[in-house]
T-cell receptor, first 114, second 118 residues
Framework: GNSVTQMEGPVTLSEEAFLTINCTYT??????LFWYVQYPGEGLQLLLK?????DKGSNKGFEATYRKETTSFHLEKGSVQVSDSAVYFC?????????????FGAGTRLFVKA | EPEVTQTPSHQVTQMGQEVILRCVPI?????FYWYRQILGQKVEFLVS????????KSEIFDDQFSVERPDGSNFTLKIRSTKLEDSAMYFC????????????????FGPGTRLLVL
């Protein structure tokens, strides 16, 4: 079945460091890929998405490229800020027998130190 | 920008009691979902709903759970007899009609209801 695997956290970085959070997926058909962010005590916010191979999603300095050949969707940001501290979830949405559902990875907690 | 709303934001209940969690999906969306997140764990799919019936449900969604769209705007999740292990954050989500030729659709999530069963 469909699944998402992302790197375990927590990830601790200093402000202005480069961020990579790895994500790989297994899916049948043509999934769309997403990164969601969850700030402390809040709900899930869509950060970015890509709907087909080689698409690059980007938002707020974050970006991720849909790589079908490596089944990956790694999240990157060139210079993190303290305000980026949150849990990041990689996810996919694919059509199955019952319609669409989103499959989430386990989440990666990011701490950014000033 | 339209958004999914959920009420209440927090609910505390006694084990064995019934709870109803309410959601108002985005108005022109046709697909509705419930997910849950036990504290510190991953977000898990519970159920999807389309055209006034359940499309798919997970193993978690047993006979204690039910969903309903009682009117044109609300989408509810009922837990008939709550257990301690039902304590979690429950997220509602909605998505529009298939526009992407079978590719995965973006689901828009509400802020969640934190349920605590004592």
């Amino acid at each position: 079945g469909n699944s998402v695997t992302q790197m375990e956290g927590p990830v601790t970085l200093s402000e202005e460091a480069f961020l990579t959070i790895n994500c790989t997926y297994t899916a049948t058909g043509y999934p769309s890929l997403f990164w969601y962010v969850q700030y402390p005590g809040e709900g899930l916010q869509l950060l970015l998405k890509a709907t087909k191979a080689d698409d690059k999603g980007s938002n707020k300095g974050f970006e991720a490229t849909y790589r079908k050949e490596t089944t990956s969707f790694h999240l990157e940001k060139g210079s993190v800020q303290v305000s980026d501290s949150a849990v990041y979830f990689c996810a996919l949405s694919a059509l199955n027998t019952g319609g669409f559902k989103t499959i989430f990875g386990a989440g990666t907690r990011l701490f950014v130190k000033a | 920008e339209p958004e999914v709303t959920q009420t209440p934001s927090h609910q505390v209940t006694q084990m064995g009691q019934e709870v109803i969690l309410r959601c108002v999906p985005i108005s022109n969306h046709l697909y509705f979902y419930w997910y849950r997140q036990i504290l510190g764990q991953k977000v898990e799919f519970l159920v999807s709903f389309y055209n006034n019936e359940i499309s798919e449900k997970s193993e978690i969604f047993d006979d204690q759970f039910s969903v309903e769209r009682p009117d044109g705007s609300n989408f509810t999740l009922k837990i008939r007899s709550t257990k301690l292990e039902d304590s979690a954050m429950y997220f509602c989500a909605s998505s529009p009609f298939y526009t992407n030729r079978g590719r995965g659709e973006t689901q828009y999530f509400g802020p969640g209801t934190r349920l605590l069963v004592l």
